[in-house]
């Protein structure tokens, strides 16, 4: 009878504990330091990772705890990547639920290659404040908004996104060694816009590049269908940006960034560049190429003259 009352008092004794480690766990740092602070959730981060965050930061005071009760509620399926306000006077619930709805910033990635439209899209669908005017301020910078992952609160205005991501295209900008070949530094963003659209590959970069200064330092005509889609803009019947199968007509279109017709660049980026295709724009492969065309794959294949250009056309099926 003894063991009997001693072993039920080691179970209500560790119930008791295990109790008050729950409810200390889910009590609140310090209730009188109501002062918020900025609480950054990494976009991709899991639950243990954003709980040790927060733990680090002294705004719980156990992340176990905090992990349980978020899979207990359910809510790391809800957990928003972002800029929340939390203070130390924060009960775990209350961070917990927060950090489901109450973010101030929210992540935006901008994939290479998009046009300005595009980026509008993408801006429309992540940022509340979105307005339709954007798209035409947006375009004025094409080229320069540089592809990335950015942290933007929701209540920006086009401005301050546009200097977001300009500045980080003047920063990305600084690393590259251009060569003296005569381009300027927009020749190069616009090179790098028709090798962002043209190179599938990553390997394709640098000899995209190399035929379209090649051609250039010539004379001879780029003839890239990418600046023709560019022109024509949206397509309905598609829901693209980029028209896929160019006609005759299209390719007679009348735009000074049709490069079947005119034999310069065209009079801006088409697309906006990531590093590595500035990088190619900027210092080319050295090659005596002059064409290019891709296969059903996507596989790019070069030729130094029309002859060996028309035996590719023969050899893949185009």
Do not use: C
Not at 150 to 173: G, H, R, S, T
Not at 249 to 272: C, G, Q, V
Not at 282 to 305: F, R, V
């Amino acid at each position: 009878m003894k063991k009997i009352t001693i072993v039920f008092g080691i179970i209500i004794l560790a119930f008791a504990a295990l109790a008050f480690w729950w409810k200390n766990g889910l009590s609140s740092v310090n209730p009188n330091d109501t002062k918020t602070r900025i609480f950054v959730v990494e976009k991709g981060a899991g639950v243990r990772e954003i709980a040790n965050k927060l733990k680090k930061e002294n705004l719980i005071s156990d992340p176990v705890i905090f992990f349980l009760l978020v899979k207990k509620e359910g809510f790391d399926g809800k957990i928003q990547a972002g800029d929340f306000r939390l203070s130390p006077s924060m009960t775990t619930r209350e961070i917990a639920e927060n950090l489901t709805h109450g973010t101030i910033d929210v992540w935006v990635t901008i994939p290479e290659g998009k046009r300005a439209e595009e980026i509008a899209d993408i801006l429309k669908e992540k940022i509340p404040s979105f307005q339709e005017s954007w798209r035409q301020e947006l375009v004025k910078h094409e080229g320069y908004l540089f592809p990335d992952t950015y942290l933007i609160p929701k209540n920006a205005d086009i401005n301050l996104i546009v200097n977001i991501m300009k500045n980080n295209f003047e920063k990305q900008y600084v690393q590259i060694q251009t060569r003296k070949n005569g381009f300027t530094k927009n020749d190069i963003v616009i090179i790098a816009s028709l090798v962002e659209r043209e190179a599938k590959h990553s390997q394709d970069r640098l000899l995209v590049a190399s035929v379209i200064t090649n051609r250039l330092n010539i004379g001879m005509k780029l003839d890239i269908d990418a600046t023709i889609q560019y022109a024509l803009g949206y397509q309905q019947t598609e829901k693209s940006w980029w028209k896929k199968a160019l006609t005759r007509e299209d390719i007679d279109f009348n735009s000074p960034y049709n490069t079947y017709r005119n034999p310069s660049l065209p009079p801006t980026p088409i697309a906006n560049p990531g590093l590595a295709a500035l990088n190619a724009a900027a210092n080319p492969a050295k090659t005596n190429y002059l064409y290019y065309l891709s296969d059903k794959q996507g596989n790019n294949h070069y030729a130094k003259d029309r002859e060996e250009h028309d035996a590719n056309i023969i050899k893949y099926g185009l």
